[in-house]
């Protein structure tokens, strides 16, 4: 499919100079490569597409018929409704571009004359933009630009008809629909697709669409609402990832400080004061020595309370004693056997408690008496 489009750049005012004739002459950047245009899915006869992103490759812009297409081309004040041609030319040349068309660096420059005094009067008064209109086969190939921008279609065969003095310029101006047919018949539409600008042709007025943009409503182009709505799409999304992320980051590390906070808290409750630790001592000991009365020999050293009870039962009564008891148990039978050893009839001290006064104390000789630290008075 071949389009009519148009690309703007803005007139280098230190290139202008006026001839001796009045004239008005310029060498003039009118044209971009490498850079890709944004469309309405209908203005590139695709309805099913709400947006179409054109790459405009060097390779095309830069190519020998592409630039000498330019050469000795009309230039008009505002674009016409149709191809300048033998037919329109008196109607709307204003003057004309010259041969010498060359490459500087991403733009196509070209020398130019300005001859209608009404024009040159409305350059004079401000009307500076260059727009290039040209026609260009539309190759629906997607891809990415070297810059990483992605596109849905490439222009191809681009063929300058004129260029033309407009108002105003800015970026990515979307292709007005219409003149369908022209030229022969073949699949053209006549529309603005600029590098800079914001003109209609013959002065017909922009459709504007209101947009808010945070707490102000603002006027745009009705064909560029789509591309900023979706953009704002686009940032309220990575808005929410991420105060998604900032919440969760914010829960784990209050998650850690709760942690830290409850062992700080555990360790102090396992801090002993020194009462405590006095009487906890002694319970130990008091322990120790009961379990020794059950089983001397018994290793009490880095061994807990429960532990020292256990091995005390295992060690008087064996593992079936202990084997599925509860510690309940446990303490209870270590218990009942501390009392059992205190009443042991070979406990040195009950034997001794236990004499009575007829007995006669010759029967153990007072060696015995001595070793039982007991001090007795022999009947006479």
């Known amino acids: 499919m071949t389009m009519k489009l148009l690309d703007s750049v803005s007139v280098d005012q230190a290139s202008v100079r006026r001839s001796n004739d009045g004239y008005l002459i310029a060498n003039a950047r009118v044209s971009r490569a490498n850079n890709v245009q944004m469309y309405t899915g209908d203005e590139m006869n695709r309805p099913d597409l709400e947006m179409v992103r054109v790459f405009r490759p060097e390779s095309e812009v830069f190519s020998q018929d ?47 004359i300005m001859m209608d005094a009404s024009a040159i009067k409305d350059y004079e008064s401000g009307k500076r933009e260059l727009s290039l209109g040209y026609t260009a086969d539309i190759d629906w190939t997607a891809g990415v630009t070297g810059s990483g921008e992605k596109y849905d279609a490439i222009q191809r065969n681009i063929r300058v008809n004129h260029v033309a003095l407009v108002s105003k310029g800015r970026a990515n101006q ?11 018949g073949k699949d053209r539409i006549w529309g603005v697709a600029p590098l800079d600008h914001d003109h209609d042709p013959k002065g017909s007025n922009m459709t504007m669409s209101t947009v808010v943009l945070g707490d102000k409503a603002v006027q745009v182009a009705a064909s560029d609402a789509p591309a900023i709505e979706s953009f704002k799409a686009q940032m309220a999304d990575a808005m929410k990832d991420a105060e998604t992320k900032h919440t969760k980051a914010v829960e784990a590390k209050d998650a850690e400080i709760a942690k830290k906070q409850a062992e700080i808290d555990d360790l102090k409750g396992k801090v002993l004061d020194d009462a405590a630790l006095d009487k906890r001592v002694q319970e130990r000991a008091d322990l120790v020595g009961k379990a020794k009365t059950i089983a001397k020999d018994l290793k009490t050293t880095g061994v807990s309370d429960a532990d020292i009870r256990k091995a005390a039962v295992v060690a008087k009564l064996g593992d079936e004693a202990v084997k599925d008891k509860p510690q309940a148990y446990i303490d209870a039978r270590f218990d009942i056997l501390v009392e059992d050893s205190a009443s042991n009839p070979n406990d040195p001290l009950r034997t001794i408690t236990s004499v009575k006064p007829n007995d006669g104390a010759s029967a153990w000789g007072d060696s015995t008496f001595k070793s039982a630290g007991v001090q007795m008075k022999k009947e006479a």
């Open 174 to 184: 979307k292709i007005r629909a219409g003149d369908g047919g022209i030229d022969g």
């Open 66 to 112: 592409a630039m000498s297409s330019a050469a000795h081309k009309p230039m008009t004040n505002d674009h016409p409704s149709e191809s300048v041609s033998a037919e329109t030319w008196k109607r709307d040349a204003i003057g004309q571009m010259g041969d010498e068309i060359s490459r500087d660096g991403e733009f196509v420059r070209v020398p130019l």
